[in-house]
């Protein structure tokens, strides 16, 4: 998490923005789905409810609208931080009979000092039409300036890198737990919990998703979840783990084989991964996100694979696994130092199967570092097995 100073920091940034777009106060709302702005900007990652961080202008003064469940939680974990409960997020037909709570248009009027004329509003993408209708008829103009704090969270603080280096390595021991401990004949949930269980061990705090382990022709569902199927000789295995370390996400993803595949699918791997080290040699400053699309692509047409590819292989990580900028072809953005981007090659073939291969690196000022102490291990061990079948 971030110390209250770097916060303090944050909160002036997004106040300044405020006074630009002549703005009365700012609205950063979160869910459970979507709680990286919220956190980037108060530490507080919740559950079940819904809400909003405030932030005075010109003031830059944080405080979080909420239900009383986060109420309480805030208490415990950022006291530091006002919060208050508010009408529009108490949960329809439930009783909080011990519960103070304020009328949401009153308070949003006393943060702002007065009347509402321009409330700036971040994660418009996830706000329900209820809400936005709620907010309309307080105000007489809402300002979407998402994008202002979604490029602040593009360059990632030194302490902010520190938590993703932690996350790393709870990640290598993760997938190394994986590779060690696949038996045949375990389910592809038993060796889903093997890396899991690592990683808590490890320190992890969570997951930015699900694991992904699914196997045959279910590596073809994308995010597939791992089930109660036989990991048997024979089978093509598709492997993707994202432990938290507070707030803050690694993520690692490589095929597996067990026993002897077809050869067909032993190339497949080593084809995807030679592509992988293609993109790789170009991670650097200054390199434009269209040059990498357009290069990228042509790689994965020198085997027919193109057509394959549902996403763009570079996206940044940091409080989100996945989360902007992405890769495409618009040259509006550039690689900078202080970025944290994952390589996620995923192909998905109707006969072949499902396959990626994905780690995460750290753009410096004359290249990039690879942030996980295990990925090449991993690759050697990956691409042995299934040249041998093992």
Not at 57 to 68: H, I, N, S, Y
Not at 146 to 169: F, G, P, W
Not at 196 to 203: L, P, S
């Amino acid at each position: 998490m971030a110390d209250i100073a770097e916060l303090r920091e944050r909160w002036t940034r997004l106040a300044q923005v405020g006074q630009e777009n002549d703005l009365d106060l700012i609205l950063v709302y979160f869910d459970e789905y979507n709680m990286a702005d919220a956190c980037y900007l108060t530490n507080i990652w919740t559950q079940f409810e819904r809400g909003f961080v405030a932030i005075s202008v010109p003031g830059g003064d944080p405080c979080l609208l909420v239900g009383p469940e986060t109420a309480n939680f805030v208490m415990t974990h950022m006291p530091e931080l006002e919060s208050r409960v508010i009408s529009l997020f108490l949960a329809w037909g439930a009783a909080y009979p011990n519960t103070r709570w304020e009328d949401t248009a009153d308070v949003l009027r006393e943060l702002a000092g007065g009347a509402l004329r321009r409330i700036g509003l971040v994660g418009s993408g996830f706000l329900p039409m209820t809400l936005y209708q709620a907010l309309s008829s307080m105000a007489e103009e809402i300002v979407d300036i998402t994008d202002s704090v979604h490029r602040a969270r593009q360059i990632k603080s030194a302490s902010e890198i520190d938590k993703i280096r932690t996350a790393y390595r709870i990640v290598d021991a993760g997938l190394e737990a994986m590779l060690n401990g696949v038996t045949p004949g375990m389910s592809e949930a038993a060796l889903a919990g093997v890396g899991e269980a690592a990683m808590r061990a490890a320190g992890a705090e969570g997951y930015a998703y699900s694991t992904i382990l699914s196997s045959q022709e279910r590596t073809n569902s994308v995010f597939g979840r791992p089930t109660q199927r036989p990991v048997d000789n024979g089978s093509f295995i598709t492997i993707g783990i994202s432990p938290k370390y507070q707030g803050y996400c690694a993520s690692l993803g490589v095929p597996l084989t067990v026993g002897a595949v077809p050869q067909a699918q032993r190339d497949y791997i080593r084809d995807l991964f030679t592509v992988y080290q293609s993109i790789e040699k170009q991670l650097g400053p200054g390199l434009m996100a269209s040059e990498l699309y357009h290069s990228s692509r042509r790689e994965l047409a020198r085997y027919d694979f193109e057509k394959y590819q549902i996403y763009g292989v570079v996206h940044s990580c940091g409080l989100l696994e996945a989360e902007a900028p992405f890769l495409c072809p618009d040259p509006d953005w550039e690689f900078q130092p202080g970025m944290v981007l994952l390589i996620d090659l995923a192909i998905f073939h109707p006969r072949l199967w499902g396959i990626r291969w994905e780690s995460g690196y750290l753009i410096t000022d004359d290249g990039a570092e690879q942030l996980s102490g295990y990925f090449d291990t991993a690759c050697d061990i990956v691409l042995q097995r299934a040249a041998s079948g093992a």
